[in-house]
């Protein structure tokens, strides 16, 4: 069975203090692993698409990397505007068209 | 621009009610699903359809039905709203395999009372 994990449920930063946010997954041949925003009371809002190891995006202050077993999205001098819970899922080779989702990570960056 | 809309961003209904929710796709995609989510339980997938009238149910599909006569609209119907149905329920829609990123809707949130 597919499982994704994200670490830690919720993160508190300063404003302009970097860190890191820890998704591992579990799945049968990795076909995608997606990261997504969703701020309070709106729906997910897609961020990247890694598809191999080492394969790394960037998108303003925010960069995802992928490895075999882990994917990370760091956040550096994060503003408070980047405040929001992060979701990373995970598609493997199964036929399926579903992706596995975690449940998030709730970050809060204070000014 | 890739666009997911749903019919109401907040509906309030009574215990027994037929609940009708509507999700449109504009990028011509193969798959669309409906998930609910709820605090602690992150998303669950309650039906989802990779064709017009195909569909398949997901992990959560008791007492939930859904339509797709169309490809770019997908419908969730709750026969008999009942107040465990209270939640945030979201639209995705991506394309075919090989293109599974997940487009997601701006969600319904649903108060049963």
């Known amino acids: 069975e597919d499982q994704v994990t994200q670490s830690p449920e919720a993160l508190r930063l300063q404003e302009g203090e970097s860190s890191s946010l820890n998704c591992s997954y579990t799945v049968s041949g990795l076909r995608g692993l997606f990261w997504y925003r969703q701020d309070p009371g709106k729906g997910p809002e897609f961020l990247f698409t890694?598809?191999?190891a080492g394969e790394e995006k960037e998108k303003e202050r925010l960069k995802a990397t992928l490895t075999k077993k882990e994917s990370f999205l760091h956040i550096t001098a994060p503003k408070p505007e980047d405040s929001a819970t992060y979701l990373c899922a995970a598609h493997g080779r199964g036929g399926s068209y579903i992706p596995t989702f975690g449940r998030g990570t709730s970050l809060i960056v204070h000014p | 621009d890739v666009k997911v809309t749903q019919s109401s961003r907040y509906l309030v209904k009574r215990t027994g009610e037929k609940v009708f929710l509507e999700c449109v796709q504009d990028m011509d995609h193969e798959n669309m699903f409906w998930y609910r989510q709820d605090p602690g339980l992150g998303l669950r997938l309650i039906y989802f359809?990779?064709?017009?009238?195909?569909?398949e149910k997901g992990d959560i599909p008791e007492g939930y039905s859904v339509s797709r006569e169309k490809k770019e609209r997908f419908s969730l119907i709750l026969e008999s709203a009942s107040t465990n149905q209270t939640s945030m329920y979201l639209c995705?829609?991506?394309?075919?395999?090989?293109?599974?990123?997940?487009?997601f809707g701006p969600g319904t949130r649903l108060l049963v009372l």
């Open positions: 995705a829609s991506s394309d075919s395999p090989g293109q599974e990123t997940q487009y």
């Open positions: 890694l598809y191999s």
């Open positions: 359809s990779y064709d017009v009238k195909m569909k």
